[in-house]
Structures are given as structure tokens and as C-alpha cells.
């Protein structure tokens, strides 16, 4: 499809939606306006009944639960195909080195750009660790910090070399974190079944309100969420990062990424 034609067929578009999105947009509600009492039932019954102070939680990982098992296997899903495509477009023919642009000059980094990559990229880490430990408690949650953590690692490739970045973030690892995340939330799912129970039914002690292990089988299912978008997030900046390298006949010299 040559440029004229997607112009013609992306104005023909505009024209048939863009009465729908006006009236959409005119039938709104005011801000602020409350919409249903869903979230006014969530807040009166989940901290009462599972001892969490985190409603977003409450709604992801106990009320609606069974559908974030569908997004998390989507997620995983996802990162399998982009992965599968990737590899089969680059090959196997690749070496172990960054590709560079015959002529370009590789600038080397300074002292004060691997120092500042590696402070924030630990306290990213370790923020991301937090607000996935703490998903129960305060806003947050497995999936809000299993992404900080994931977005630690491009600050280490910034700030560090192309090989030391492949020896530190481990490809097998990631993916080994992506389907124990998937795994262990199928079978917090799957488990209660077993002694006649519903899917995802709690069948842990609820802890107390506010404590960093309360809201019972809930804790279990947000490490897993974790754990797995940590692990696909990884996996997938890696893909990324590995269309990079260079052919094994690329003519530039094997020097190391300054």
C-alpha cells in the first residue's frame, strides 16, 4: 500500500469515527463525578475482610483476580512472541560485540556518567523491590514495581559497557524469573480447587491490617506478578538490546565498547 492510499484510507477512518469519539467524549461525566458504588463496596469490604489497605490490590489479585491471571498469561504470551520473531529475523550468526557504524567514532564514557548510571539505576532497583514487596500495603504492587526494576537494567547499559552489560543481566535468569512469576499464579489459582474451594480463594492466614504480609493469598499472587513481569520486561529489553550485535563477518575490529 503506497503513501496516497494510507492517507485516503486514515481520513475515510477519521471521518467514520470521529462523529462516535465526539458524542463519546460529550456523554461523559463531569470530573469528579462518581460513576458507580463499585469503589465505594471495594473500600467498606476489603479491608475488613482481607486485611489490606491497598484497594488496587484487593481488586487485582482477589476480586478480579482470575482476570489478571489472563493478563499476566497475555503478558507472557506476548514476550514469547516478540521474542520468537526477533530471534528468527536476527539468526544465529551474531558475535558477542556491539555493531558499530564503519567510520563513527566510539566516544568513550565519562567517570561521571557510569557513577550517576549506576546510583540510580541501584535505587531504581531497590525502589522497584519495594514497591513490589509493599504491593498489599501501599500503592503500588507486583506489576508497578516489577516494571521500575525492569527499567534499572537500561541505566546499566547506559552506563556500562555493552559485554559487562551482557554479564549482568542474564538472559536464562530473566526467563527462568518470567515462568516461575506465571507458573506460581496458576498455581495459587489452581490449588484451592483441590480442597473444594474457588479459584484464587484465600486459604492463608490474612495477617494484620496494614502489615507487610497481610491480605493472605493475595501476598503470594502479587510476588508472582513480580517476579513474572520482571522476568518479561528483562526478557524483552534483552531482545532488544541483542539486535545490536554485530554480524560475526563484521569488518569493524573486535574492540571492546568503551
Given at each position: 500500500?503506497?503513501?496516497?492510499?494510507?492517507?485516503?484510507?486514515?481520513?475515510?477512518?477519521?471521518?467514520?469515527?470521529?462523529?462516535?469519539?465526539?458524542?463519546?467524549?460529550?456523554?461523559?461525566?463531569?470530573?469528579?463525578?462518581?460513576?458507580?458504588?463499585?469503589?465505594?463496596?471495594?473500600?467498606?469490604?476489603?479491608?475488613?475482610?482481607?486485611?489490606?489497605?491497598?484497594?488496587?490490590?484487593?481488586?487485582?489479585?482477589?476480586?478480579?483476580?482470575?482476570?489478571?491471571?489472563?493478563?499476566?498469561?497475555?503478558?507472557?504470551?506476548?514476550?514469547?512472541?516478540?521474542?520468537?520473531?526477533?530471534?528468527?529475523?536476527?539468526?544465529?550468526?551474531?558475535?558477542?560485540?556491539?555493531?558499530?557504524?564503519p567510520g563513527r567514532k566510539q566516544p568513550s564514557r565519562?567517570?561521571?556518567?557510569?557513577?550517576?548510571?549506576?546510583?540510580?539505576?541501584?535505587?531504581?532497583?531497590?525502589?522497584?523491590?519495594?514497591?513490589?514487596?509493599?504491593?498489599?500495603?501501599?500503592?503500588?504492587?507486583?506489576?508497578?514495581?516489577?516494571?521500575?526494576?525492569?527499567?534499572?537494567?537500561?541505566?546499566?547499559?547506559?552506563?556500562?559497557?555493552?559485554?559487562?552489560?551482557?554479564?549482568?543481566?542474564?538472559?536464562?535468569?530473566?526467563?527462568?524469573?518470567?515462568?516461575?512469576?506465571?507458573?506460581?499464579?496458576?498455581?495459587?489459582?489452581?490449588?484451592?480447587?483441590?480442597?473444594?474451594?474457588?479459584?484464587?480463594?484465600?486459604?492463608?492466614?490474612?495477617?494484620?491490617?496494614?502489615?507487610?504480609?497481610?491480605?493472605?493469598?493475595?501476598?503470594?499472587?502479587?510476588?508472582?506478578?513480580?517476579?513474572?513481569?520482571?522476568?518479561?520486561?528483562?526478557?524483552?529489553?534483552?531482545?532488544?538490546?541483542?539486535?545490536?550485535?554485530?554480524?560475526?563477518?563484521?569488518?569493524?575490529?573486535?574492540?571492546?565498547?568503551?
Amino acid at each position: 500500500m503506497n503513501t496516497t492510499a494510507r492517507i485516503v484510507l486514515l481520513v475515510i477512518a477519521l471521518v467514520v469515527l470521529a462523529p462516535a469519539a465526539g458524542m463519546l467524549i460529550l456523554a461523559m461525566p463531569a470530573f469528579g463525578h462518581p460513576l458507580s458504588q463499585y469503589g465505594d463496596v471495594v473500600n467498606a469490604l476489603a479491608p475488613r475482610l482481607r486485611n489490606i489497605s491497598n484497594m488496587v490490590a484487593a481488586v487485582n489479585f482477589d476480586i478480579r483476580g482470575i482476570d489478571t491471571l489472563g493478563e499476566e498469561c497475555m503478558l507472557l504470551a506476548a514476550v514469547t512472541g516478540t521474542v520468537m520473531l526477533l530471534r528468527g529475523h536476527r539468526g544465529e550468526d551474531m558475535s558477542e560485540r556491539a555493531g558499530r557504524v564503519p567510520g563513527r567514532k566510539q566516544p568513550s564514557r565519562s567517570d561521571a556518567t557510569v557513577l550517576l548510571c549506576r546510583f540510580i539505576a541501584t535505587v531504581l532497583f531497590l525502589f522497584g523491590i519495594y514497591m513490589v514487596l509493599h504491593g498489599t500495603v501501599t500503592p503500588g504492587g507486583g506489576f508497578q514495581g516489577g516494571v521500575i526494576v525492569a527499567s534499572s537494567f537500561v541505566l546499566l547499559y547506559l552506563g556500562e559497557s555493552y559485554r559487562a552489560w551482557r554479564r549482568i543481566v542474564l538472559g536464562p535468569a530473566l526467563a527462568a524469573l518470567e515462568g516461575t512469576g506465571a507458573l506460581a499464579y496458576v498455581l495459587a489459582a489452581a490449588l484451592p480447587l483441590l480442597g473444594g474451594y474457588a479459584a484464587l480463594q484465600n486459604v492463608l492466614p490474612l495477617g494484620t491490617w496494614k502489615d507487610l504480609f497481610s491480605g493472605g493469598l493475595m501476598v503470594a499472587v502479587n510476588y508472582a506478578v513480580g517476579c513474572a513481569v520482571i522476568g518479561s520486561f528483562g526478557v524483552l529489553l534483552l531482545e532488544f538490546m541483542e539486535e545490536t550485535r554485530a554480524p560475526e563477518n563484521d569488518p569493524v575490529p573486535d574492540e571492546e565498547d568503551e
